[in-house]
């Protein structure tokens, strides 16, 4: 093989490398994390657990105060994962001081799309209760 063709064969190579690389790199976006520790009820913007997050450690009586990391998510939670330690249920409500429950989640569940009998992108309020409680 001549040296011209050698070098026309790596670039091939080359260019096949990244057309396996573009996919990838779109599926995952950079800014994409769909992590939720231990202990937290996380939230997110967009379904399939995409776009900003808020992980509360407790409850949150109002989203909508500017001041608050839940601002970002105030009328516009759109999945969800509960991975609450000591609280069953992770709730959502449309309302501040937790008023009108548009969103419930057990204990070790994960919501990445709204159900036909829940509400998304109407948060304005979360709190955990016990397994014998009801949002
Ligand atoms: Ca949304």
New binding site residues.
């Given amino acids: 093989m001549s040296h011209r063709l050698k070098s026309l064969g790596a670039k091939l190579a080359g260019v096949a490398s990244l057309a396996v690389a573009v996919p990838l790199v779109a599926a995952v976006p950079a800014h994409a994390d769909t992590s939720c520790g231990s202990g937290l009820f996380c939230i997110?913007?967009?379904?399939q657990y995409g776009?900003t997050a808020y992980r509360p450690v407790g409850n949150d009586p109002q989203w909508s105060d500017t001041s608050n990391p839940a601002y970002a998510v105030w009328d516009?939670?759109?999945s969800w994962k509960n991975r609450y330690q000591s609280w069953y249920w992770a709730c959502v409500y449309d309302l501040k001081g937790y008023q009108n429950v548009t969103v419930w989640v057990s204990q070790g569940q994960s919501i990445p799309a709204v159900p036909s009998n829940m509400w998304?992108?109407r948060g304005a309020s979360n709190q955990g209760l016990y397994s014998g409680d009801t949002c």
Avoid: I, L, P, T
């Fill in positions: 997110w913007v967009n379904e776009g516009a939670d759109s998304a992108n």
